[in-house]
Structure formats: structure tokens, C-alpha cells
């Protein structure tokens, strides 16, 4: 079992940045591959981003790639999303997603705001 709580969503100007964190509970966190997806108002939830356990691939959503970064401390249970230069486009309810052995775990999310 494992349990996601993301943090450091907010408002924020066109232009600006943000860092999403997600703290991961569970013994096997190492396992997993660690994931942020993202649901606009009216739209289907999206992939962002996710990471292999090692930390060593990284995959990106077109509309995000140069401007978001993905990063995970096996250590502290953690996976970060760093995202500049944001755009009202990228507002969104981001979840932070673990998958691996068989399971699929999400966060409860968290709101990321973009004015323009």
C-alpha cells in the first residue's frame, strides 16, 4: 500500500514557477514508477510527466517539455515537479501517481492556477 500527498500548488502569474512535491508513504516506494498527471476544468485528466524508479529515464508530455522537470529522492520518499514558465493552459488539479507491482496509487491532488 502506498499513500500520495502532494503540495505546493497555488496561484500564480503567467510566466512564473511552481514546485509540486509528493511525499510518499510505504516501504516500497523505491519500486515505483512515480508519475504527475493533471485534470482541467472540462477536460479528461492528462499525463505530465513520470520517472522510472532508478530516476534514471524521465518522460514528458509535449505540451510541458523545457519548462517542467521531474525528479524523485528515493531517500526522503519524494518526487518533485518543477514548473516554469507557466501558462494558463497549465491550469489544472495535478495528482501525483505511483505504478508498479501490479498497483496503481494516486494522490488527492493538488490545484496549480495560472493567470494571465
Known amino acids: 500500500q502506498v499513500q500520495l500527498v502532494e503540495s505546493g500548488g497555488g496561484l500564480v502569474q503567467a510566466g512564473g514557477s511552481l514546485r509540486l512535491s509528493c511525499a510518499a508513504s510505504?516501504?516500497?516506494?523505491?519500486?515505483?514508477?512515480m508519475g504527475w498527471f493533471r485534470r482541467a476544468p472540462g477536460k479528461e485528466r492528462e499525463f505530465v510527466a513520470s520517472i522510472t524508479w532508478t530516476g534514471g529515464r524521465t518522460y514528458y508530455a509535449d505540451s510541458v517539455k523545457g519548462r517542467f522537470t521531474i525528479s524523485r529522492d528515493n531517500a526522503k520518499n519524494t518526487v518533485n515537479l518543477r514548473m516554469n514558465n507557466l501558462k494558463p493552459e497549465d491550469t489544472a488539479v495535478y495528482y501525483c501517481n505511483a505504478a508498479g507491482l501490479g498497483n496503481v496509487y494516486w494522490g488527492q491532488g493538488t490545484q496549480v492556477t495560472v493567470s494571465s
Open positions: 510505504g516501504r516500497t516506494f523505491i519500486s515505483y514508477t
